[in-house]
């Protein structure tokens, strides 16, 4: 059996302006809402850059309104995924988590 890995989640963009995010999804929290946040909100993250999460949705909140309800949403969402490690195992770590790799093209 191999070992666990884990590591922070993160966002990144490489030198194609391509965003690429790993982060753990908790049964209680939204993938779609997550994968919008990349989405949406990737052009924060500069070229050959990469943030924690937690880092992402700080500079979110940065550059937009925190008391609009669907930022609020966003906000909470990563800032629940930062919350979890990332965990690589050929066989689920937990019932009410997995790994989520999410990638948009340039």
């Keep these: 059996m191999q070992a666990l890995h884990s590591s922070e989640a993160f966002v990144e963009v490489d030198h194609l302006n391509a965003v690429r995010a790993i982060f753990t999804v908790p049964a209680d929290v939204s993938k779609d809402t997550a994968n919008h946040a990349f989405a949406v909100f990737g052009f924060l993250v500069k070229r050959n850059e990469r943030l924690s999460l937690g880092a992402f949705a700080d500079r979110i909140a940065g550059a937009y309104d925190q008391e609009e309800p669907r930022i609020r949403e966003v906000l909470h969402v990563l ?3 930062a919350s979890l490690p990332v965990v690589t ?3 689920r770590s937990s019932p009410s988590a997995l790994m989520h790799e999410i ?3 340039s």
């Design 79 to 81: 800032r629940r995924c």
């Design 89 to 91: 195992h050929p066989i």
């Design 103 to 105: 990638a948009y093209g």
